[in-house]
């Protein structure tokens, strides 16, 4: 089986509402809400739902046990994951979503690492982080006298 999914930004997902279904005998085409962009981001979130990435090319190749999934981009940017194996619909969007989610993850971890390294440079100190159960992070900063 094969199953190819689009995954829009949701930005565009908004705007594209219809989000059609198509299918041949062969490969399941279906759209998914993504925030994915960042392709270093991706990878990490792939590889930290435990599939072994590879890159070909532009593309990324992502191998979980029984499952391959190809993700390329488009010319605007829009990445498209195909995948093969032991995989349907189902199992191909929550892939993607345990992925996206992943992913999101990354983006936090990003901005995190951003905001405390240019924090001095702004004439802050982080006094405090703290995680909350559903994993947001508060981080309370002092303004340091000149």
């Known amino acids: 089986m094969s199953v190819s ?3 829009i930004p ?6 594209a509402a219809h989000a059609g279904l198509s299918k041949d005998k062969d490969t399941t085409v ?3 809400q993504t925030r994915m962009r960042d392709a270093g981001l991706l990878t990490a979130a792939l590889s930290e739902s435990r599939a072994v ?3 070909e090319g532009a593309d990324l190749v992502a191998d979980w046990a029984g499952v391959q999934a190809r993700f390329s981009r488009d010319e605007q940017q829009i990445w498209t994951a195909h995948f093969t194996g ?4 189902a199992r191909a969007v929550d892939i993607v979503r ?3 989610a992943a992913y999101g993850r990354q983006v936090q971890r990003a ?4 905001l405390t390294e240019r924090a001095p440079a702004a004439g802050l100190r982080l006094e405090s982080r703290s995680v909350t159960p559903d994993q947001a992070v508060r981080l309370v900063f ?4 000149s």
């Open 98 to 100: 345990a992925v996206d």
């Open 53 to 55: 990435v590879t890159r």
């Open 5 to 7: 999914l689009l995954l």
């Open 86 to 89: 032991d995989v349907d619909e």
């Open 142 to 145: 002092a303004v340091e006298r």
């Open 30 to 32: 279906c759209q998914v």
């Open 111 to 114: 901005v995190l690492a951003r």
């Open 10 to 15: 949701l930005a565009i997902a908004a705007a």
